[in-house]
Structure formats: C-alpha cells, structure tokens
C-alpha cells in the first residue's frame, strides 16, 4: 500500500535530481556499477563545494582489515584542540564514496568547528557485513589512538551518519561500549536505518514515490546481510539490540515520509527506554536525503542545522 502524502516543496530538488539522473544515465535500476554511476551524479547536482579556506586532504588510515581511505576536513578559524567527528555516508551500503558524501562532511565541519573524518568504507555486494563495519571501527580506534596525527582532542570525538551510515554510526557506538571504548561523546544518526523489520508502517505507506523505495531498501539489505537479514546481530541490526544502555548522547532525525521513518522511531523509542540521552527530530513533508536539499531550500537548511547544533553543543559539553 502506498499513501500520497504531500511533499515539502524544499523537496523538489531532490526529486528534479533523480529524474535528471535518470535522463542521463537511465534508472538506477539492479546493477551496482551501474546504480554507483548514477547515485554519484545525482548527488553532484545537488553539491557545493567547501569554503575555498578549509583545508581538505585525503589520506589512508592503517586497520586490521585494510588501509581505509579517508577523507579530512579541517575548518578555518579553529582555536585550541578541536573535537572530531567521524562521518559515515549513506548509500545503501552499496552506493557512495568520499566524493557523493562531500557537501554533507564539510558541511558538519564547517557548523560543528570540528575536524571532520570521511570513511570510505567497503561497499555491498562485493564486501557485505560486517566489512562496513570494520572499516569504520577501525577508523574510529585509529582516530581515538592518534589524536596528535589529527591536531583533535581525544576526548571529544563524535559520531556521524546518514541512512546506512546511521547504521554504522550506531554500531561503533554499540561495539565502543562493549569492547571498553573508545570514549563517543556523541552521536548523530540522520535517517538511520537501524534493522527494522521491512514491514513496518512507514514501509507500507511510503513504499514508493518519495524517492528512496522499499524495494530499494530490501534490495540494499539483501545486499549487506547476504542470507541473513533476519540476524539479531546489534552491530549488523542497532534496533534489534538488547542492551541499550551505557550510550552516548544521541540525535534520531528522522524523514517524515520515508520507507525507513519508523527504523529511527522504534530506535529512538528503545533508546529512552534504555535511560540513554535520546532526542528525536523528524522532519516534516520531508522525505529520505533531505539534507542535500540545503543549499536551495530555507527548511532543509534548518533541519541540517539542527543536526550541527546538537554535535556543536555535545562536543564542547563540560
């Protein structure tokens, strides 16, 4: 079943971006080499580049698994030690890279005054889980275990994600607390999807015509949990956790007409609760990816800001 609930106008961008996307290069559609050529150029028209003063570098970050490439954004005007946030694009966990996920990481750095490290971590279905994963805990404890590599202060790292980097922001919380750090001091998961189960209520009414698809999304689950979508494993599935307690702050931001509204819902809700900070933000008329829509759009760029003054705030808390 699907609902026609009507769409905020700031939205339109998104939309008029897919359906050039598709003019260019044809749907998406099921091939992953394919979908990451289309995926790239719908993101690059709806991208800014960064303040020409920020200062920008890639890099490679030695892990177990492998060298992971990063990318690190580093604002002008920075005073003292400043906190770091390490990012996690979305994507599906099949699509996205340092270049589809820019506009949103240099965003952060720039409203957050933090140095900002961008994964780009293994991709679905050459690497299914728990490569993401690795690669982005592996990033994390380097970040954590090298502060002066980075000029950041240990203390004060946070983590960050949209959609599938919800997910993994969510994860390394979960395995940090488990394995005795390193210390989070916060995170933010704009858009999660968290595990839920795909037949919930904002599956079936936003099944298609927002933008992200359910199909997509069993699509993109299949992909990362080859044989084992149902798995109660809390780093592959957060909501599917039995423990969540001992986390740190957390922002849920949510699309309100979104396949996966309900993934943040039910994840906010178990949160709370568990006795964890929880503040939940769902964004209305507004559909998955809205923070893409900044630039053009006065109420995109205040649901964006809202997720940069909750880091800001949580990294610079006593």
Known sequence: MTTTVSVHPDMQVMLEAREEADRQLGPSGDDPV???????????????????????????????????????????????????IVYM?????????????????????DQCSAVVVSVDYRLTPEFPYPAAFDDCYGVLSWVAGN?????????????????????????????????????IAAQALVYPVTGLDQDSPSCREFAEGYGLTLASMRRFNRRYLPGNEETDDPYARPVTATDLSGLPPTL??????????DDGRVFASKLALAGTDVTYRESRGMIHGFMRARFTGAAARKEFDFVCAFLHRRLRAP
């Open 147 to 183: 502060p002066g590599e980075l000029g950041i202060d240990a203390a004060r790292i946070a983590v960050a994600g949209d959609s599938a980097g919800g997910n993994l922001s969510a994860a390394l919380s979960l395995a940090a607390r488990d394995r005795g750090g390193p210390g």
């Open 34 to 84: 394919h979908a990451r050529r289309w995926w790239n150029l719908y993101a690059s028209v709806l991208a800014q580049p960064p303040p020409a003063d920020m200062k920008v570098h890639d890099r490679a970050v030695p892990t177990a698994a492998r060298d992971v490439p990063v990318r690190v954004y580093e604002p002008a005007g920075l005073t003292g030690t400043p906190p770091c």
């Open 252 to 261: 849920v931001h949510a699309a309100a007409l979104d396949p996966i509204r």
């Open 89 to 109: 694009h979305g994507g599906g966990f099949t699509l996205g890279d340092l270049d589809s996920s820019d506009s949103v990481a240099w965003g952060f750095a």
